[in-house]
């Protein structure tokens, strides 16, 4: 079979969604802490944070905060300029990358 093969780690926390990035070498992975769990925690712990890693070197990037429960659903728009997010708080949330994402370079 023909795609990427790659493993990110145990992380700490149900991932939920993931969605790659159409102009970088980016995968984005969302989740968080339990839904049966949420409304017994501070949001802090929750850990509802959109997490980027590199899809060559396996390694986070990057997190981007604010939702207030699990993030449910990730995507890049098309042109890799914006990508939405879906949480169980109710919200979806549309993010623009500013000028340092693009001029972002990984150094190895």
């Given at each position: 079979s023909s795609g990427i093969n790659a493993e990110?780690?145990?992380?700490?926390?149900?991932?939920?969604s993931a969605a790659v990035s159409p102009i970088k070498h980016?995968?984005?992975?969302?989740?968080g802490q339990e839904a049966m769990e949420v409304t017994t925690s501070h949001t802090k712990s929750?850990?509802?944070?959109?997490?980027?890693?590199?899809?060559i070197f396996e390694e986070e990037i990057g997190r981007v905060k604010g939702h207030f429960g699990p993030?449910?659903?990730l995507a890049f728009h098309p042109n890799?300029?914006?990508y939405s997010s879906g949480a169980e708080d109710g919200y979806v949330r549309i993010h623009?990358?500013?000028?340092?994402?693009?001029?972002?370079?990984?150094?190895f």
């Open positions: 990110y780690g145990k992380t700490d926390r149900p991932v939920n980016h995968i984005l992975l969302g989740g929750g850990k509802f944070e959109a997490r980027f890693f590199h899809l993030i449910n659903t890799g300029k914006q623009d990358f500013d000028q340092s994402y693009y001029d972002f370079e990984y150094d």
